[in-house]
Each structure stands twice: as C-alpha cells, then as structure tokens.
C-alpha cells in the first residue's frame, strides 16, 4: 500500500523558515517524481514544486521560485520542502504527491498545515 506522511507544519512568523518532510512507503521511492501542492484556506490547490526520480531536476511555481527548495533522499525514501522567507500568502495545508508528469498526481498525503502569522 502506498503511504505518503507529511511531518514538519506550524506556525511562523513572517520572514521565518520551516522545512517539510514526506516519508514515502510501498512502492519504490527512487523511480518516481514527486512533488508538493497545497491548498490555502477557502482556495483552490495550487502546485508549488515537482522533483525527477533521482533529484537532480526540479521545478517550482513562480510564487515560491528563491525562496523554497525541493530535494530528496531516495536512501530514506523522503521527499523535503525548505521554506524561507514565509509570507502570509504561503499559509496552507501543504500535500506531497506522487507525480506522473502530465498525468498529474496519483497518490496523496494527508497533508500538513503552515501558518505564517505574527
């Protein structure tokens, strides 16, 4: 059964870090891309970054690109989102998602929630 376990939400303040973790099981985590999404309050899902099977490849949505990082551990089957410079606007339950590419996401977490806030 596949699992995908996001860890690392909270409350900070604005200007603040916070780093994501998806620990992945049930399928071979080392030949899949994968990505993160989320999803503000009262809002749409919004894609913030994808990562290639072996890391070396990575892509982000315009509103995150400098300030999140995207990385893996294929070793530890865990997928990562370094946040800086957190915003308001970033506030979101964050998802980590398999990725297929052009046929989107197939498996899901249940998500974990960042809030930034003074």
């Known amino acids: 059964e596949v699992q995908l376990v996001e860890s690392g939400g909270g409350l900070v303040q604005p200007g603040g870090s916070l780093r994501l973790s998806c620990a992945a099981s049930?399928?071979?985590?080392?030949?899949?891309?994968m990505s993160w999404v989320r999803q503000a309050p009262g809002k749409g899902l919004e894609w913030v970054s994808a990562?290639?099977?072996?890391?070396?490849?990575?892509s982000y949505a315009d509103s995150v690109k400098g300030r999140f990082t995207i990385s893996r551990e294929n070793a530890k089957n865990t997928l990562y989102l370094q946040m800086n410079s957190l915003k308001p606007e970033d506030t979101a339950v964050y998802y980590c998602?398999?990725?297929?590419?052009?046929?989107?996401?197939?498996?899901w977490g249940k998500g974990t929630l960042v809030t930034v806030s003074s």
């Open positions: 998602a398999r990725y297929l590419g052009r046929d989107g996401m197939d498996y």
């Open positions: 049930g399928f071979t985590f080392s030949t899949y891309a």
């Open positions: 990562v290639n099977s072996g890391g070396g490849s990575t």
